[in-house]
């Protein structure tokens, strides 16, 4: 069901299955409004909550009830005796009167309760933050469903949206009332939308895990799994409550509350999700979608927590009126409107650019007015004057073009990078190039800083070659729409400037053109001299690599040639010596012989040794590294090897440099440091790495001196690598080569 690769029908399923949520949500209202009030909100999980009853959270409509009362009966029944036989019950009817028993300030008092149609229509007015935020998130998931149907992340966030606005419209906006507990089925519509809140964490997991894009294996089980999950865990608390609680009203708010696991283990797992991501992704372009997403979520809470949570857990109550808690999280569907539009996630070139400017300036001016009114109740009191309400819309009409202007401008240059000042590219790209030495991280620091500034989908640079381009330097995504720039060093083409477009639609400006211009023009040089350096590399790569494979083919004609034949001389000379001897001249003369003979065989082997060691050849570079170990180890001295069980093939020279620089450390730790214990390690991941820590007395003078240590230097220089001999804090030392492994070409 979420291959999105191969099934067509996949993105109409996904649109199915969210019109039929918004049609459940429809449903939650309209079972709402056919239900009576009696003005209060009540949360079976306070922990306040016991048989003595329930406390009123909040009261809406005409009611005698106040905030802080403790209902402990309705209608002569206590609740916990009521809720133990069953939540709910006969239904009743607006207009009916009921007697509610209560603890106000500690003293019994009885109420006659007249209950009243629920104001759905009030209810969404006064909750227009939370309307608001909806309508944001859900418009945010259809406009990135529309323009990219097939995308997973667009799957996940249509669907998680539709599951949101079902849960408000059951539990969000319309609460539990201390009559449900005992009467009609309202209840269940709450519960309902609980249910419906569980499932929309598995939502949010869902869309953690294809957003920007998925890689690896088992998304499907593992989106399956969110999802289940939710439901899963929710009968283990359950059962839980069933089992260890005794009170009907602490049990209820246990069993009653399906979302309660799912609240307490699913924030958790989805930030693991995303640092799992971010970590284990080294595409700069992915980290920087999810950094969108990270700072839009972590703000969010950040203020949320500061601004309610912190302040109601103190003093009782808050700077800012509860009912503004969710636009806190408005700022999440905008940042990821502009992980899309900035770093082109999803594939989506243009879809909610203005959307984003008008989306910005709303909750600007709304902010400013709560601003504003909140500020004027505070110096001259609660009110609804009608000079406060016309001061604060005239400050608003002022400030909206103004504020309309700021936000166009941010935003586009958020969005599209510095399009309206492109000479800017140039100074900032001047400004990075200072500071690179190597042609090497020339290339990619050019690529990166004109794709990051013009907000680019994919820029690359292309050296010209015999054989045809040659990629040197890439950032992005490539797309089928590119322009391509020459690149010239004194007349002579070197290169290509790749740039990919940001749309069909979307044609590079007359400045942008410009700016390229002018910077292909500055960037000849620099790719003249990063194909001169690549050049230089690789000869010296073939030319080691003729080298070390001129040994091999010495040694073979050393062993197989040389070799054989001193074998035949040797046998002769034994022979000659049964055959001729016998006189001491003879013997003499055999003798001198033989010793003549056992010379050569030990050049020979000398000679071959140091051509390639045999022991390599034998038993590969990590057999040969434990033989030479074995070799050295004595009572005085431990080394130990820690290395993988076995290495992918590595080429001739880069195996026998390895083994020389292990050996001539090894040596050196036998010789000078009067070490007790020594590790030699060896990783392979992108180039090979070897390190030889010991304990011993450290380096002393021997730094830079040291032919052992200049020796190892150079075998690594030769190869293109890095060489370092240092004394950790820990005392003795520590030699550390890194050696490229050539990649594919």
Not at 263 to 268: H, I, N, S
Not at 404 to 410: A, C, G, K, N, Y
Not at 658 to 684: F, G, P, Q
Request: some cysteine; overall charge neutral.
């Amino acid at each position: 069901m979420f291959n999105s690769g191969g099934n067509r029908r996949l993105p109409a399923l996904f649109l199915a299955a969210t019109f039929l949520l918004l049609l459940i949500a429809v449903v939650g209202v309209l079972w709402r409004a056919a239900g009576p009030s009696d003005g209060t909100m009540v949360n079976i999980g306070d922990t306040a909550a016991s048989s003595d009853g329930v406390i009123v959270k909040e009261t809406t409509g005409p009611t005698p009830l106040r905030v802080g009362d403790r209902i402990v009966a309705i209608n002569g029944r206590p609740l916990a005796e009521s809720v133990a036989h069953g939540v709910g019950g006969a239904p009743v009817e607006a207009g009916t009167t009921l007697p509610y028993d209560i603890l106000r300030e500690g003293a019994p008092v009885r109420l006659e309760i007249t209950l009243h149609r629920f104001g759905v229509a009030d209810a969404i007015w006064v909750g227009w933050p939370t309307l608001l935020v909806t309508i944001v998130l859900l418009g945010t998931a259809l406009a990135i469903f529309a323009v990219s149907a097939r995308e997973r992340a667009a799957h996940a966030g249509i669907f998680a949206s539709a599951i949101g606005v079902s849960t408000v419209a059951f539990a969000g906006y319309f609460p539990l009332e201390a009559v449900d507990l005992v009467a009609g089925d309202q209840f269940w519509r709450w519960y309902t939308g609980e249910l419906l809140f569980a499932l929309l964490w598995g939502g949010m997991l869902h869309f953690a895990l294809s957003f920007p894009e998925f890689t690896g294996r088992g998304y499907r089980t593992r989106v399956i799994a969110g999802y289940a999950g939710t439901l899963v865990l929710y009968p283990l608390v359950a059962g839980f409550g069933f089992l260890t609680v005794d009170d009907p009203l602490e049990r209820l708010a246990i069993v009653g509350s399906p979302a309660l696991a799912a609240l307490v283990t699913y924030p958790a797992l989805i930030i693991s999700v995303l640092l799992v991501k971010y970590v284990r992704n080294s595409d700069p372009m992915l980290r920087r979608r999810l950094r969108w997403l990270a700072t839009a979520l972590g703000g969010g809470a950040a203020l949320y927590l500061g601004m309610w949570i912190i302040p109601i857990a103190l003093t009782g109550g808050s700077p800012i009126p509860l009912q503004y808690h969710t636009l806190a999280f408005l700022p999440v569907p905008l940042a990821v409107a502009v992980a899309i539009q900035r770093h082109q996630a999803l594939n989506i070139e243009v879809v909610v650019g203005r959307t984003l400017v008008y989306g910005s300036l709303t909750i600007g001016l709304l902010a400013l007015y709560i601003g504003l009114v909140s500020l004027m109740s505070v110096a001259f009191g609660p009110g609804n004057h009608l000079w406060e309400q016309a001061l604060a819309a005239a400050l608003i009409a002022m400030a909206a073009h103004p504020l309309h202007s700021r936000l166009q401008s941010m935003i586009n240059t958020t969005l599209f990078g510095e399009r309206s000042d492109p000479y800017h590219v140039v100074s900032a790209l001047a400004s990075k190039l200072e500071h690179i030495h190597t042609p090497a991280e020339q290339l990619p620091a050019m690529v990166e800083t004109i794709g990051t500034a013009l907000r680019l989908p994919y820029v690359a640079i292309e050296l010209d070659r015999e054989a045809g381009s040659e990629k040197a330097a890439s950032f992005g995504t490539p797309t089928t729409l590119s322009h391509r720039l020459p690149l010239t060093y004194q007349g002579e083409l070197v290169g290509q400037l790749v740039i990919a477009r940001r749309g069909a639609r979307q044609l590079l400006g007359r400045k942008e053109r410009s700016m390229l211009a002018e910077v292909a023009r500055h960037a000849g040089t620099v790719v003249h001299t990063a194909r001169l350096t690549t050049d230089l590399v690789r000869s010296r790569d073939r030319l080691v690599r003729a080298r070390e494979e001129e040994r091999r083919r010495l040694l073979r004609e050393l062993h197989d040639g040389v070799g054989s034949t001193l074998a035949a001389v040797n046998l002769g000379l034994h022979a000659g010596r049964r055959t001729l001897g016998g006189t001491p001249s003879a013997d003499m003369l055999f003798d001198r012989l033989s010793e003549a003979l056992a010379g050569a065989v030990t050049e020979i082997r000398r000679l071959a040794h140091d051509l390639r060691p045999p022991a390599l050849e034998k038993l590969g570079l990590l057999g040969a590294i434990r033989e030479y170990i074995t070799s050295l180890e004595s009572p005085e001295l431990k080394i130990v090897l820690e290395a993988p069980e076995s290495l992918p093939a590595l080429p001739p020279t880069v195996d026998v440099a390895a083994y020389r620089i292990v050996c001539e450390a090894l040596t050196n730790v036998c010789r000078h440091a009067k070490a007790r214990h020594c590790t030699v390690r060896v990783r392979v991941t992108e180039n090979l790495r070897i390190d030889v820590i010991d304990d011993g007395v450290g380096l002393g003078s021997r730094t830079d001196t040291g032919i052992g240590l200049g020796s190892m230097r150079e075998r690594a220089a030769e190869l293109g690598g890095e060489f370092k001999a240092d004394e950790p804090g820990t005392g003795g030392t520590a030699v550390c080569a890194i050696l490229p492994l050539p990649g594919e070409g």
